[in-house]
Each structure stands twice: as structure tokens, then as C-alpha cells.
């Protein structure tokens, strides 16, 4: 069905009729030409149409946007009321749907969920001039979510409301009676069931219908996505209090994360930059302390702005790579490599190294010790120290000073070396005078 454009149009601004306004049309010129429609005297037709254009000024204040008219000047008059049945406290859905591709009832089952609102009923009229002294208007409804024999149920009951009242204005009436107690009326005041159509079923159908034809779970679809969109337009319009600052806004000015939890604009901006700028990314989650929801990342680059975010995204690069139990970092340039049996090759300087004792590839050769490559280390400085032509004792590096063995192992798996400043060759002059003191070099 062609959608129409919301309210009421300037002189000449006619939209283009959906296909209930056809339909309504044909009707009234069915029954002109079956002689149904009266031939009414002028004064009739005028006092039939100030009571039409009353009823539209009223129903216009009552119904706002929900109220859809097709050519505000054209005769007769046609429009279209999205009336939204009353569920206060949400309605359940059963929806029949079939499970693989046979359709026996053996694989039919029913899928049960909830919303706070419900894809409201197209009432489309066309008020002829006979109307309200002799004729009710024409109408159509369209309900995606109720089957044919239900929605000619509806219309039956329309029938019968204007049967009551003939002769009086009776679209308040039609909207009210289809707002209130439409549900009950079919059956519906546990919950709505959806069933799959069933051939064997030949009730008459009324003309006045317009419905898509769709799959139930097509249905079912539409109706979450409506809930969804409405629930959304009803949380931005309304205020909240933020768990955070305790302050109260509107919804537009709240952040809502997929976990379903909401805070204020404001605290999410200031929580998000102080994690990027601590490097706590990865505590940067959903602020409410029973949760630890996910935050998605488009919506991080909206709190942080591009230069935050560009930083969180190599930090949170950097924190996976390092969880990784198969990646170590190069020796030399600290470019992250993938370990292939406690072995790894840098891509960008192509340095093979050992991941275990983080010192030089050696294939074939178990790994030292640290105390052996202690050792080591102090053999080559006692050679350096002789071939400089130094008679003295050569001191045993981890033992004279506060350096212990266990202190030089921490160290010695980040690859950082710790001599004694006279030790050195590369130590800088110690301003405090102590021999104590201590110089730290990358291997």
C-alpha cells in the first residue's frame, strides 16, 4: 500500500491516494450507480458537509499526527487514522512458525515474546455527502498482524456501532471501540496468536479488508522492529536519571548501550577519555559494576572524537597482541612475531630469536640458565678486563653487590643487564660519588 503524507496539506497540495482510497472510491460509485446513495436536497448536502468538516477539526486536535488527510479540500473527503490499540502493561506474542521445510503439524511450534507496543490499525475513510444524515462512511482496515477472517470480524462490529447511532458522526466512535477493547473482542486478553494461514478454512471474507499478503514470520519481524523503534522514540522523549552523576535529562541527551544500560552524554565522554588516557582500555566497558557489557566501537569514536580513538584502537591492539599466547616481541625492534616451537622470526628485521630464554635462535641447543649465563657474563669480563691489561681482582657480578641472582633473572627476561658502574664499559660518571651505584642497559 502506497503510504500517505502525514496531517493536513495546503490548497491544491492533493497526495496520491493509497489503495484503500480506491477501493473506497469504487465503493461509492458502486452504490451511486445501485442507486444506494440518496438524493439529498441542498440544504442537506450542506448541513452534511459543515458536520464533516466539525468532525475533521475535531478528530485533527484529538489524533495529530496519527491523523493522515488525503487533499484537504477535496470532496468528498478521505483520510487515513493509525489507531494504537491500549496495552499499558505490554501483551505477549505467540507466533506458529515452521520448523524445516515440510509443513506437517509435527513441525510447527510457537515462539512466545513481549512488547510495549503494537503496529497500530490503518482506518481509511471517504465520508460521501449523504453522510452522517443517511450513510455511514466508507472504510478500510488494514492490520498486518490479524488474519482475514479476524479483520472482517472488526469491520462486522463497525457496522454494527454505526447500526446504534445512524444518523450522528460515528469515526470518534470507530476509533475508540478499535482502540479499547478490539483485543478482548477477538479473543486476544491473554495474548496474541499468530497461526499459519489454513486452506481448510472457506468463512467469507469482507471486501473491505486490506491486508498484505505475508509469511508469519514476516509479521513477526515487523512487529519487534515497530516495538523496538517505538520504545526507542518513547525513551527519548522521556527523562531519566543518570546512575553516574545522578543528574536528570531528557533521552536524547543519554547514551544507551546494547546491554540495555543508559548514562548521561556527559559522564560516558569523561569515562571513556579517562580510560583511553590511564591505557585501562580494556576495563572500558559498561560503567554499571554488575555488568561489564561491551561498548561498540562506533560508538566509542563518538565519545572520544577521532585522536582518542585512534589512540584506544592501538592500545587495545597492543593488549591483544599481549595476551596472545603465540606472539612474542623482537629483540631488536620490538615488532610483534608470531612463535612457531618456541622460535620466531621477525618480519621486519627477519631476526630469529629463541622465545624461552629470549636470546639468539639456536637449533639444536637447549637454552641456558640464568645463572649460566651468568656465569658466562662474568667470563667475558674477566677476558675483556685482561686483555686491557688489568692486574687487579676481577669482581663476581650478582655476588659483591646488592644485585642478587634472583634480581638478575627478573631483569634478564625483559633482556635488561645490571652491572656495577666500574664494571661497565658504557656506565656514565656517578654524580653521588658511591660506588654503589648502578647502571641499567639493554642487552
Known amino acids: 500500500?502506497?503510504?500517505?503524507?502525514?496531517?493536513?496539506?495546503?490548497?491544491?497540495?492533493?497526495?496520491?491516494?493509497?489503495?484503500?482510497?480506491?477501493?473506497?472510491?469504487?465503493?461509492?460509485?458502486?452504490?451511486?450507480?445501485?442507486?444506494?446513495?440518496?438524493?439529498?436536497?441542498?440544504?442537506?448536502?450542506?448541513?452534511?458537509?459543515?458536520?464533516?468538516?466539525?468532525?475533521?477539526?475535531?478528530?485533527?486536535?484529538?489524533?495529530?499526527?496519527?491523523?493522515?488527510?488525503?487533499?484537504?479540500?477535496?470532496?468528498?473527503?478521505?483520510?487515513?487514522?493509525?489507531?494504537?490499540?491500549?496495552?499499558?502493561?505490554?501483551?505477549?506474542?505467540?507466533?506458529?512458525?515452521?520448523?524445516?521445510?515440510?509443513?506437517?503439524?509435527?513441525?510447527?511450534?510457537?515462539?512466545?515474546?513481549?512488547?510495549?507496543?503494537?503496529?497500530?490499525?490503518?482506518?481509511?475513510?471517504?465520508?460521501?455527502?449523504?453522510?452522517?444524515?443517511?450513510?455511514?462512511?466508507?472504510?478500510?482496515?488494514?492490520v498486518h498482524w490479524l488474519d482475514s477472517v479476524k479483520i472482517s470480524s472488526l469491520c462486522h462490529m463497525l457496522d454494527s456501532i454505526w447500526a446504534q447511532q445512524p444518523g450522528q458522526e460515528v469515526v470518534f466512535e470507530w476509533v475508540q471501540w478499535l482502540q479499547s477493547p478490539t483485543l478482548s473482542h477477538l479473543g486476544f486478553d491473554d495474548g496474541i496468536v499468530i497461526r499459519q494461514p489454513d486452506d481448510s478454512v472457506t468463512d467469507p471474507v469482507d471486501v473491505r479488508l486490506v491486508r498484505e499478503i505475508l509469511s508469519v514470520d514476516d509479521v513477526v519481524q515487523r512487529l519487534i522492529n515497530y516495538n523496538e523503534e517505538q520504545c526507542q522514540e518513547s525513551f527519548l522523549?522521556?527523562?531519566?536519571?543518570?546512575?553516574?552523576?545522578?543528574?536528570?535529562?531528557?533521552?536524547?541527551?543519554?547514551?544507551?548501550?546494547?546491554?540495555?544500560?543508559?548514562?548521561?552524554?556527559?559522564?560516558?565522554?569523561?569515562?571513556?577519555?579517562?580510560?583511553?588516557?590511564?591505557?585501562?582500555?580494556?576495563?572500558?566497558?559498561?560503567?554499571?559494576?554488575?555488568?561489564?557489557?561491551?561498548?561498540?566501537?562506533?560508538?566509542?569514536?563518538?565519545?572520544?572524537?577521532?585522536?582518542?580513538?585512534?589512540?584506544?584502537?592501538?592500545?587495545?591492539?597492543?593488549?591483544?597482541?599481549?595476551?596472545?599466547?603465540?606472539?612474542a616481541y623482537c629483540l631488536r625492534c620490538q615488532t610483534a612475531c608470531l612463535e612457531d616451537e618456541d622460535n620466531a622470526q621477525c618480519s621486519k628485521c627477519l631476526f630469529s630469536f629463541c622465545t624461552r630464554c629470549r636470546d639468539r635462535r639456536h637449533v639444536g641447543e637447549r637454552c641456558l640458565t640464568p645463572d649460566e649465563k651468568l656465569l658466562s657474563l662474568e667470563e667475558r669480563e674477566k677476558v675483556r678486563q685482561l686483555s686491557k691489561g688489568y692486574a687487579g681482582p676481577i669482581p663476581r657480578i650478582g655476588m659483591k653487590y646488592a644485585v642478587s641472582r634472583k634480581y638478575f633473572v627478573l631483569l634478564f627476561h625483559v633482556r635488561i643487564v645490571v652491572l656495577p658502574s666500574h664494571v661497565c664499559q658504557a656506565a656514565t660518571t656517578c654524580t653521588t660519588g658511591k660506588r654503589e651505584h648502578i647502571n641499567i642497559h639493554r642487552a
Open 1 to 142: 500500500m502506497e503510504s500517505p503524507r502525514g496531517g493536513s496539506h495546503g490548497e491544491g497540495d492533493v497526495s496520491p491516494p493509497p489503495e484503500a482510497v480506491r477501493m473506497l472510491r469504487e465503493m461509492a460509485l458502486r452504490d451511486r450507480r445501485e442507486g444506494d446513495e440518496p438524493d439529498l436536497p441542498d440544504d442537506q448536502l450542506r448541513s452534511n458537509d459543515q458536520l464533516q468538516e466539525d468532525e475533521m477539526l475535531a478528530l485533527e486536535a484529538i489524533y495529530g499526527d496519527n491523523l493522515h488527510i488525503f487533499g484537504e479540500k477535496s470532496v468528498p473527503r478521505s483520510f487515513q487514522i493509525h489507531v494504537h490499540c491500549e496495552i499499558p502493561d505490554g501483551i505477549s506474542v505467540s507466533a506458529e512458525l515452521l520448523q524445516g521445510v515440510d509443513d506437517y503439524q509435527n513441525n510447527r511450534f510457537f515462539d512466545t515474546f513481549s512488547v510495549q507496543h503494537l503496529a497500530p490499525i490503518s482506518l481509511t475513510c471517504l465520508m460521501p455527502p449523504s453522510y452522517p444524515s443517511h450513510h455511514s462512511p466508507y472504510f478500510t482496515l488494514s
Open 237 to 327: 522523549h522521556g527523562l531519566h536519571v543518570c546512575m553516574i552523576c545522578f543528574s536528570e535529562y531528557k533521552g536524547i541527551d543519554f547514551i544507551k548501550l546494547p546491554c540495555g544500560h543508559y548514562f548521561c552524554r556527559n559522564c560516558m565522554e569523561t569515562y571513556s577519555r579517562m580510560h583511553v588516557k590511564e591505557g585501562s582500555v580494556m576495563k572500558l566497558v559498561c560503567p554499571d559494576d554488575k555488568c561489564g557489557g561491551f561498548i561498540p566501537p562506533n560508538l566509542l569514536k563518538s565519545l572520544l572524537g577521532e585522536a582518542d580513538f585512534e589512540w584506544w584502537e592501538r592500545l587495545i591492539l597492543q593488549r591483544s597482541l599481549d595476551s596472545m599466547a603465540d606472539v
